[in-house]
């Protein structure tokens, strides 16, 4: 069974930094590569960041260019790093395993192509 655990979401003030993780067990990343979207009530999911490791490939959406670091380790767990939070990326975070063979085709971005998601993990700036 595949799962995905996204953790380390909390309440933070702005210009704080955090850093989410989302492990992964019953994939490798042979297979799969991790990709973080964010999604407030009423919009649509929005893609930030995606990593193959193997591939060493990694892609940020305009959206994420700038405050936004991904990274993972050679097992199985990805990292999200966020700097100078503000207000306006309060949402949860998701992570979801996209198959690898998608990597550098321009759509890691799109939602509807993921075969697995975690459960998200809310992030909350305010001061």
């Known amino acids: 069974e595949v799962q995905l655990q996204a953790s380390g979401g909390g309440s933070v003030q702005p210009g704080e930094s955090l850093t989410l993780s989302c492990t992964a067990s019953?994939?490798?990343?042979?297979?799969?590569?991790i990709g973080w979207f964010r999604q407030v009530p009423g919009k649509e999911r929005e893609g930030l960041s995606f990593?193959?490791?193997?591939?060493?490939?990694t892609k940020y959406s305009e959206a994420a260019k700038g405050r936004f670091t991904i990274t993972s380790d050679t097992k199985n767990t990805a990292f999200l790093r966020i700097d100078g939070l503000k207000p306006e990326d309060t949402a949860i975070y998701y992570c979801?395993?996209?198959?690898?063979?998608?990597?550098?085709?321009?759509?890691?971005?799109?939602?509807?192509?993921?075969?697995?998601w975690g459960q998200g993990t809310l992030v909350t700036v305010s001061s």
């Open positions: 019953g994939l490798t990343f042979d297979d799969y590569g």
């Open positions: 979801g395993a996209l198959m690898i063979r998608w990597a550098g085709s321009s759509f890691e971005f799109r939602p509807q192509i993921y075969s697995y």
């Open positions: 990593i193959s490791p193997t591939e060493a490939f």
